[in-house]
Each structure stands twice: as C-alpha cells, then as structure tokens.
C-alpha cells in the first residue's frame, strides 16, 4: 500500500513542503528511510515502532520504505515522526485519515506515543499556509506558536492516539486560538527607564537620535560612566514592533530553540549582550546545518557589545559585512543559509586599557604603545559603520545627589515614534524603515544640502580626514536630526551636531 502525509521543513528562515510517501510491500521486514534525512530523523525508525505498539496498532512485519521528497533537500529535526507514522497507519489501513492533501502534520514521538514539541513551527506554519494548506496538526506545546497564523486551523495533538481518534471520528480535537492582544498589552513595565539616569543629557540626545533613525553607536568613556545603564535603557525609547516584525523575530528565536512557551509572539524589541569571550561563529550563526547567531537573534532590536575591544579581533571583524547588507550569509558543507539581521550595534568601551586615558579626575597609567595597541583592536572599516560616536563622561556629585527626575523613557519615546512616522512616510513603496537604510543614491535625493551646509561638511571632511562612508553616516544622521525638529531641510546646526558625533573617530583612533 502507498500513502502521501504533509509536512514542512526549513531552509533558514524559509519553510519548504515535504511530501512524507509511504510504500509497504511483502518480503524481508525491513525499515528505510530515504531522501537525505539527516541522523535525527534516521533515529525516528525506533521512535516510531514503539510509539505505534504503545499506542495499541499493528506495526508491520512488511518492507516499509519511507520517501521524505524532494530527495534533493535535506531533512533534519525530529518533527517528522509524527507525519512519518501516520504515514504507515495509513498505507496499512489502520487508520483512515480521509483528505489531508490540505493538513501538515509536525511532532516528536515518545516511545510511549505522546507528542513532543519541536522549533521551528512557526516559519513552517508560515510557509504551509502560504502554500495553500488550510490545517495545522501540531504539538500541543507549540499550539499558542503556531496559531498566530489567521487563515490556518491549528490542532494540538497530545498523542499519536488523539491523532488517530481525531481522524477515526472516536474524539475530535478542537481547534486552538491564540488571542495576541494579551501579548501586546504586556511586558512595557519591565523595561528600565531613562528618568533613573542621573546627568548626562548629552548623551541621552545622541541616544534618542540614535533610536530615531535607528543608527549605530559607540559609547567611550571611563569606568562607571553609566556607559552600560544606557545602553541597557535603548529599548524603552525604541519604536513598537508591528506585527510583521513581530513575526520575523519570533520565526528566528523559534528556529534557535528559544521561545519561551508562554510567549508565543515575541512583541518587544530584542536586547542582545553577549560575552566578549563569543566566537565569530555564535556571533554570525553556525553549526552543520547552520543555526541563527547573535547578530540574527538581535534582529529588528539591538545588539550590545559591552568593552568592545576586549572581542576578538576577527569576532568584529564579522559584523562589517552585516552591518551594511542586513543579513548574514553561512556557508557550510551541507548548506548555505541566510538569515536577516537588521540591527541597532550600540558599543561600549573604555578610552585606554586602564580606562582613564582623558578623565579629568584620575591618572591613566597606561603608556602610548599600550594606548595605542588597546585602540588598535578596533578596525577603521568597522569603526567607520558607527554612525554615532560619543563620549559619556564622569558625572558631577550635584547630579548624582539631586533628587529630581530625569525626563521619562515614555516621553523620549514620543518623539522618536512621531521622527519615525515621518520617514516611514517619506520612503513609502521603497522597502526602507529609517534613515539609516539610505544608499548612495537616495542620500541625493533625501538629504540635499545647501551651500552653507556643504561648506561645513567639506570643512569637517578635509580636517578629520573622513572616508566616503563617514561622509555618507553623516547625511545620515543629519536627516535624523532634521526630522526630530520637525525640518524638511538639512540646516548647518543639523550638520554641526551630526559632525560633533563623529570627532571621536579623529579624538581617539587617529
């Protein structure tokens, strides 16, 4: 007997209709599986002889051959035990499970025949129902995940057995909804806020432009500076995620494994901050079949790097291409994945390997070679992608005893919602969010200047020793500066203050 059951499985990001074809004939009993199954679904064999036994079905002393097509695409993962013995129940007869040519089936069987969960279901439940399938069967675990999907009837399936009575008409299992407004509405009260900030307004300004424009920024300063209490603080101020970046985010953290059941849709902006021991590899992604890295898990959110310098020299060196494209490409044997990575980089570092090179109050101890070497660890290619270089400076004892209250996240973040609308509208059928997504061609057409505006560039060009990329960071950031005061036109005190944040670059890497 021959049988066809639907499953889905991932390319990247992108899901990918596998076809799980079932043939039993006579001869030597025997158990394939075929069509570059990777050794997790070769392990299934087991798992599925026991949990068909358990479940209280035949399993078959016949030559059962399995065809997960297209051959040509490999499979991994154990979410295809399910499909897989349905597969057999079905070609054997035992089981009835009418028209599934519009249902996909996903889940990892126990031996005794319950369902486990799997990752990855939302992009699959994504892509089946772009592909034109109209029901879900999916772990009871992963239920809240996958119904986000409007137009796909979601059932969570416990166990093979409750699959099988769904289908016999023994028990029906009935249909999950998720209600998303309860995600939305939660969660904005766990993010610090920028009133416990005590002083440094200069600081906070190159910040809220920084989350207006959704530009890069480097943080220099000394120790205790509250370098990281700001950073830490950037996600209060950014705008909202809609609902398709919503999606995006959670299909990538579903991939990685790290989607907390009790938030099926991640609605907040993501906030990364790995260790500087991380590998190149857990910053870009990797692995056999490449899985998302630090770089794709912070997308459409920031990506913090606390003491820059103190990562790896080729660990930075992979954020160069990224921070330009948006999107990480990993090449591996088996395959050759894409994943987006449209990031907020916000850095943070000490002047001088000591921290006090500057500081005012205390000594630097460390020698110009040492200096020198401690900067080094950054490149210029990478440095000239920070759009925003800014130096956070000690705070006086009078800010930090007064008990008055700094101006609220809330309220920053009234502006930098009311900056993004405009450029939201401005870029309007041109697949860009913010001004920090400008090419070179459309900085001509978007950040024009006038004769006074561009006297002031060129000054800034020919004594900082600027490179194209610099000059091209500063239009932007000046068209930022321009749309948070409400200016269609880039003016010279735009200009000015987008320059000021570049002079670090000359200050300390000259």
Do not use: W
Request: charged share 25%; net charge negative; with cysteine.
């Amino acid at each position: 007997m021959l049988s066809h059951i639907y499953s889905h499985g991932l390319a990247g990001i992108d899901g990918f209709t596998v076809c799980v074809e079932t043939d039993i004939s006579n001869g030597i009993p025997a158990f394939d599986i075929v069509g570059l199954p990777d050794t997790a679904v070769k392990e299934a064999k087991e798992r599925i002889r026991s949990a068909i036994k358990n479940t209280g079905f035949q399993f078959p002393a016949k030559h059962i051959v399995i065809n997960l097509a297209p051959a040509a695409q490999r499979k991994e993962g154990s979410g295809y035990d399910l499909p897989m013995a349905l597969s057999i129940l079905t070609a054997t007869e035992q089981v009835y499970a009418g028209e599934t040519d519009k249902c996909v089936f996903f889940g990892e069987l126990s031996l005794d025949g319950s369902v486990q969960s799997v990752n990855g279901i939302l992009p699959m439940v994504i892509s089946a129902y772009k592909q034109g399938f109209k029901e879900a069967f999916v772990p009871a675990e992963n239920a809240d995940e996958a119904s986000v999907i409007d137009g796909m009837d979601v059932y969570p399936v416990t166990s093979l057995k409750a699959l099988c009575d769904h289908f016999c008409g023994i028990k029906r299992i009935d249909i999950h909804k998720t209600d998303l407004s309860d995600y939305f509405s939660s969660g904005a009260s766990d993010l610090l806020d920028f009133c416990d900030v005590k002083g440094q307004e200069h600081v906070k300004r190159a910040l809220e432009i920084a989350a207006a424009g959704n530009h890069n920024v480097l943080l220099i300063g000394s120790p205790g500076t509250g370098k990281t209490m700001l950073a830490q603080r950037m996600p209060g101020i950014l705008p909202d995620l809609t609902f398709d970046e919503a999606l995006e985010v959670t299909k990538i953290h579903s991939i990685a494994g790290m989607l907390n059941k009790d938030e099926p849709l991640i609605v907040h902006r993501p906030f990364r901050s790995p260790h500087h021991t991380i590998s190149s590899s857990g910053l870009s992604g990797g692995g056999a079949i490449p899985k998302p890295g630090e770089l794709s898990l912070s997308h459409n959110g920031i990506l913090f790097l606390d003491e820059l310098p103190e990562f790896h020299r080729d660990t930075l060196e992979v954020l160069r291409q990224p921070l330009e494209d948006g999107k990480v490409t990993i090449s591996r044997v088996n395959a050759t994945l894409t994943y987006p990575c449209n990031i907020m980089l916000i850095a943070s570092m000490n002047p001088c390997k000591c921290g006090y090179f500057g500081d005012s109050r205390r000594q630097c101890t460390c020698t110009p070679n040492q200096i020198n070497n401690y900067r080094s660890r950054i490149s210029g290619p990478l440095l000239d992608r920070i759009d925003i270089q800014v130096e956070v400076a000690g705070v006086d004892y009078s800010d930090l005893s007064s008990t008055e209250k700094g101006e609220t996240s809330a309220s920053i973040k009234e502006r930098v919602n009311k900056t993004r609308k405009i450029q939201l509208e401005r870029y309007k059928g041109l697949n860009i969010y913010s001004n920090s997504q400008l090419d070179a061609g459309m900085l001509q057409k978007f950040c024009p200047l006038g004769d006074e505006e561009n006297a002031i560039l060129r000054a800034a060009f020919d004594n900082l020793g600027l490179s194209a990329r610099a000059h091209s960071r500063i239009l932007k950031v000046a068209r930022t500066i321009a749309d948070l005061d409400g200016s269609e036109n880039i003016n010279s005190a735009h200009i000015a203050e987008a320059i000021q944040y570049r002079s670090l670059d000359r200050k300390y890497f000259e």
